[in-house]
């Protein structure tokens, strides 16, 4: 049974934002993260983009990527849209399979918005739906559903009035094994 070490992997990306924040330049933030992590006798490899909103994290265990922007590694097929805005995004690899978990804001209608997913997931892209579930309306409202295919995917929206009603989009897609 393959164990998960994901939590390591977490750690030294806060360590080093807070290493930059400091003032620290990119290289001696990374060096010193890595020469951590040597002394607790694991073998790490830390990037930061040039501008501090991507954080990528290697070991022989996997890897895991954060920042502002979709991951170079997500996947194609999956729906995209021009009026939404990514405010984080993390890709996490065992070195067997990927995850990928992607939050977004959009000033589209929240139902809207679940309804073009929904359609786009089923009748363009031919998965399958888990399960979906909508309630409320207007400024109350919330949806969730779950699709499998190439790919396991669960996508939420919601309205949050602390972003002045844009609706929130957050949605996990998981490598299948099969």
């Known amino acids: 049974m393959r164990t998960s070490r994901a939590l390591p992997l977490l750690v030294p990306p806060s360590l080093l934002l807070l290493l930059v924040g400091c003032g620290g ?3 001696s933030a990374e060096r010193a993260i890595e020469a951590a992590a040597a002394a ?3 073998d790490v490899d830390i990037e930061l ?3 501090g909103e991507v954080v990528k994290v290697e070991t022989a265990d996997g890897s895991v990527s954060t920042g502002t922007e979709l991951p170079d590694d997500w996947p194609a097929e999956m729906p995209t849209f021009d009026t939404w805005q990514v405010t984080s995004a993390t890709s996490v690899s065992d070195g067997e399979t990927k995850g990928w978990i992607v939050s977004y804001l959009t000033a589209d209608d929240a139902k809207a918005t679940f309804d073009m997913f929904r359609n786009e997931m089923t ?3 031919g ?3 888990m399960q979906a579930t909508e309630s409320g309306a207007g400024d109350q409202y919330g949806a969730v559903a779950s699709f499998s295919g190439a790919y396991d995917v669960f996508f939420t ?3 949050d009035p602390s972003q ?3 609706a929130v989009v957050a949605m996990t897609v998981n490598q299948t094994n099969g």
Do not use: K
């Open 25 to 27: 330049d990119e290289s």
């Open 164 to 166: 002045d009603g844009q």
């Open 127 to 129: 998965y399958g739906e």
């Open 40 to 42: 607790q006798g694991e």
């Open 157 to 159: 929206v919601s309205v």
């Open 49 to 51: 983009s040039d501008d």
């Open 123 to 125: 009748a363009e892209l």
